[in-house]
T-cell receptor
Framework: DAKTTQPPSMDCAEGRAANLPCNHS???????VYWYRQIHSQGPQYIIH???NNETNEMASLIITEDRKSSTLILPHATLRDTAVYYC????????????FGSGTQLTVLP | GAVVSQHPSRVICKSGTSVKIECRSL??????MFWYRQFPKQSLMLMAT?????????EQGVEKDKFLINHASLTLSTLTVTSAHPEDSSFYIC????????????FGPGTRLTVT
């Protein structure tokens, strides 16, 4: 699976948009970009995933660049409960393969 | 959404004893389940892949005789830490993959194991 690079930490003011970047320059054509988050002492939570089109759900938006070498997860109105480690993972869809977690980005939402 | 449970959520045991952790998919069937381990301030590391009705596949460096995995049904996988030692203290997390569609994975809440 392609390797991803994320900043180790970010801060965001409560109520503002949080934009979390991820580089995946070696992504293959059949690999999707997945985002999970892990709140302290809990299991990871699925957020969103996409292949090449931008995606939006009730939690977040995913913006993937045209060359698919990077993406940005957007939390439009961050709350204190969004403080967590956010993981960007790329892997092929359609197969029950493990997720390879990098070190992620610790997002701290400040009051 | 799909729900995965783990039991117990927290366990303290004495060195040398064995501990069993259960992972259940509550509202879907999972042919494949994964077991991860997470040490403090570190990321999740895959320990093994559990397939229903067959032997688990262990990652390099994970002792299969120490971490026994049983996946007897499409909704239950168990991890038994045998002869636990303090260095086995960790956060153990399972995930279950849907048997169809995009094979999305859903994670359990984790089990905190402390070996004294």
């Amino acid at each position: 699976d392609a390797k991803t690079t994320q900043p180790p930490s970010m801060d965001c003011a409560e109520g503002r948009a949080a934009n979390l970047p991820c580089n995946h320059s070696t992504i293959s054509g059949n690999e999707y970009v997945y985002w999970y988050r892990q709140i302290h002492s809990q299991g990871p939570q699925y957020i969103i995933h996409g292949l090449k089109n931008n995606e939006t759900n009730e939690m977040a938006s995913l913006i993937i660049t045209e060359d698919r070498k990077s993406s940005t997860l957007i939390l439009p109105h961050a709350t204190l409960r969004d403080t967590a480690v956010y993981y960007c993972i790329v892997r092929p869809s359609g197969s029950a393969r493990q997720l390879t977690f990098g070190s992620g980005t610790q997002l701290t939402v400040l009051p | 959404g799909a729900v995965v449970s783990q039991h117990p959520s927290r366990v303290i045991c004495k060195s040398g004893t064995s501990v069993k952790i259960e992972c259940r998919s509550l509202d879907f069937q999972a042919t494949t389940m994964f077991w991860y381990r997470q040490f403090p301030k570190q990321s999740l590391m895959l320990m093994a892949t559990s397939n229903e009705g067959s032997k688990a596949t262990y990652e390099q460096g994970v002792e299969k005789d120490k971490f026994l995995i049983n996946h007897a049904s499409l909704t239950l996988s168990t991890l038994t830490v045998t002869s636990a030692h303090p260095e086995d203290s960790s956060f153990y997390i399972c995930s279950a993959a849907l048997t169809s569609g995009n094979h999305e994975q859903y994670f359990g809440p984790g089990t905190r194991l402390t070996v004294t």
